[in-house]
Each structure stands twice: as C-alpha cells, then as structure tokens.
C-alpha cells in the first residue's frame, strides 16, 4: 500500500499543476548527476525544490485529496 501511495504522488507531480517545477528539479538532479534519493534531489537544488514546494502548497486538494 505504501508503494501504491509512493506511485500516485509521483504521478501526481508528473501530471499535476507542479509538473512543469517537477522535471525542473528533475533536471537538475540529472546535471549534478544524482539518480537515487528524492532527498539528494532536493537537498543539490534548493531553487527549483523550493518552487515546487510552494507550487504544492497553492494546490493543497491536489495533492492531499485520497
């Protein structure tokens, strides 16, 4: 079940109204060649996980609807 919800928030910041600051963070962790953890993603690009961050607070039922 954890796995499940894992998959739909991604799925929800691939398709939602924060794509757009997601696949920046994205590449940005590719330009600083680190794949693994979404907390080393975050951590290298302190810009664009901050505007994500604030993305998904301008749409809080987005992303906290079940």
Known sequence: MATEQ?????????DG?????YFELEKCAI??????SHMKKM????RQTDHLIKCMKK????????
Request: glycine share 0%.
């Open 59 to 66: 749409h809080p039922n987005f992303f906290h609807s079940d």
């Open 6 to 14: 894992r998959s739909d928030n991604s799925n929800k910041l691939r």
């Open 31 to 36: 330009e600083k060649n680190i794949t693994t």
């Open 17 to 21: 109204p924060c794509a757009e600051h």
């Open 43 to 46: 951590a290298s690009c302190p």
